[in-house]
């Protein structure tokens, strides 16, 4: 019995030097471990830098701003809300350029073309979308741009099938 009492007692006295030890958040290197070993544990783990186009450079660009800028003016000029060119605008506006590798003038028209076009002009608001949609923008204003290649045309109503040249 009295070893019982001793043994809850000397539990109880670890738990309260557990206690006062993380309270003080000092932590003692266990018996079996290098001290140096446990303050490697406690450093962050490292975290893969941003890559290379991800990265955010600290000088402000004219090309994104412009961008950017364009993009602003044309949606206010359709009659819409002044959108804010934030900071996910700009790297959009240079991931564009660096990582998908456009031109700005390409943008430029990608921007004039989508915000005449009465379908495109709904769905490009922001410059995220303007980069998501830009492949769908370009095929669509190649497409508009061809004419089919004019061939016999068939005219009337079913049994007035007459061809036109």
């Known amino acids: 019995m009295a070893d019982m009492r001793a043994s809850k007692k000397a539990r109880s006295e670890n738990v309260r030097a557990n206690i006062e030890r993380s309270s003080q958040n000092v932590r003692s290197p266990r018996p079996d471990q290098n001290p140096k070993e446990e303050q490697m544990h406690d450093l962050p783990a490292s975290k893969p830098g941003p890559s290379p186009g991800d990265a955010m450079p600290d000088i402000p660009r004219d090309d994104v701003r412009t961008i950017c800028e364009h993009l602003a003016d044309r949606i206010e000029g359709n009659g819409s809300k002044r ?47 303007l980069r998501e949609k830009f492949d769908q923008l370009r095929l669509a204003a190649q497409k508009e741009n061809v004419t089919p290649a004019r061939g016999p045309r068939y005219v009337g109503g079913p049994g007035l099938m007459r061809m036109e040249q």
């Open 83 to 129: 959108p804010v060119i934030t900071q996910g605008w700009l790297r959009e506006a240079r991931l564009l350029i660096d990582n998908d590798g456009r031109t700005v003038d390409q943008v430029l028209k990608a921007i004039d073309w989508s915000q005449s076009d009465s379908f495109w002009r709904i769905n490009i608001l922001s410059m995220p979308k």
